[in-house]
């Protein structure tokens, strides 16, 4: 139990009331990251690596490559800065679940948020596999076979070391690692909230020192996965800090210290050099934290509110529903596959989240309510 946790639970009632307000606050600052996260991760790997895998390449992309990307160390055509948002995001949507919601309550979400998803997702993925399509696959020309597609619908591809038919199962993998990590540190919480993510920092840090010294296979997957954590845990020290369970300067150092491992294991894992991951996150990092202090007003429209409630469903129906249905009109000028495969996309993930996942968090609710009287 963390120390807000416990103050909400002793303290007056006006403290935890005041805190969800506070929260409801927040909701113009963080549609406008997810947004601009979902936008990003379209680009990137529609937009730009989808033609570049075709042998050709738009000139915008051309230009922001050789005027934006180059210049400022950006790889992954603003890829991975998107990512790098996500799970700022997540982190910090994470350390306000871990104050403001039972532990059984959480569960179960993620549960209803990822499970269901990842196996959607990887369904897809077999289908279009099995319909001789084309997924995304890294490295390009891998072949995903039944165990990769299983491993994925479990969450747990990037542990195992599967073949990553559905590459960004890995996102959702780090966000419930992340939340296992913080709930087996929250003991420490009662010493200070501070002690709390510190324990969350080096358990992430055990495996990415043990993954540098092992050949392929699971712990150096393990390894890769918990480069990611770091990101995630300072998305939950920036909850800390603005809801005032922990000072700025000691925020700062904490968040420094996370970093510390990200920056460690790009120079020591051979397949995380020259992506330039850890910049790409200090730009997300800085992006994130500016738009959460100073929340833009125009973050209240609806389409801003729309990308964000469908961000972890066209994070992976990207890979899948788009690149397949952009692959399979590869015949066509790129212009015109792409925007098709854009679209069937945002269709896709509007059609999940309005018939899949808003009908699964009623029955959850309904769950809890049954449960409650």
Request: a neutral charge.
């Amino acid at each position: 139990m963390t120390a807000a946790e416990t103050q909400s639970k002793t303290g007056p009632v006006s403290e935890r009331t005041e805190r969800t307000a506070t929260t409801a606050r927040d909701a113009s600052g963080l549609s406008v990251l997810g947004t601009v996260a979902v936008v990003l991760v379209l680009y990137s790997y529609l937009v730009a690596l989808w033609p570049n895998r075709q042998g050709e390449a738009f000139d915008l992309v051309v230009v922001l490559r050789r005027w934006v990307n180059e210049p400022l160390g950006i790889g992954s055509d603003f890829g991975f800065v998107g990512i790098a948002l996500l799970l700022l995001i997540a982190g910090y949507l994470g350390g306000r679940s871990l104050d403001l919601e039972s532990l059984g309550r959480l569960a179960a979400r993620m549960l209803v948020t990822f499970y269901a998803l990842a196996a959607l997702a990887a369904g897809i993925a077999f289908l279009v596999v099995l319909a001789g399509g084309e997924v995304y696959t890294a490295p390009a020309g891998a072949d995903p076979d039944g165990g990769s597609l299983l491993a994925a619908a479990l969450l747990i591809a990037p542990v195992t070391a599967s073949v990553e038919a559905v590459p960004f199962v890995a996102v959702l993998t780090s966000v419930l690692v992340f939340l296992i990590v913080a709930v087996l540190c929250r003991p420490l919480a009662r010493l200070h909230p501070a002690w709390a993510i510190l324990g969350q920092i080096l358990l992430c840090a055990v495996p990415v020192f043990i993954g540098v010294g092992t050949p392929e296979g699971p712990l150096r997957s393990l390894g890769l996965l918990a480069f990611l954590l770091p990101v995630l845990i300072i998305g939950q020290i920036a909850w800390s800090v603005r809801y005032s369970t922990v000072p700025l300067w000691l925020g700062v150092l904490l968040g420094m210290t996370t970093f510390q491992v990200m920056a460690w294991a790009e120079h020591s894992y051979r397949e995380l050099l020259h992506w330039w991951y850890p910049l790409s996150a200090v730009f997300a990092v800085l992006l994130f934290l500016l738009l959460l202090t100073h929340p833009p007003r125009f973050g209240e429209h609806g389409v801003f509110r729309w990308f964000f409630d469908r961000r972890h469903a066209l994070l992976l129906f990207t890979p899948t529903i788009g690149w397949a249905s952009q692959s399979a009109l590869a015949t066509l000028p790129a212009v015109v596959a792409v925007a098709i495969g854009v679209g069937a996309t945002l269709a896709a993930a509007d059609g999940y989240h309005r018939f899949i996942e808003t009908s699964l968090r009623r029955l959850l609710d309904r769950g809890r309510l049954s449960g409650g009287s």
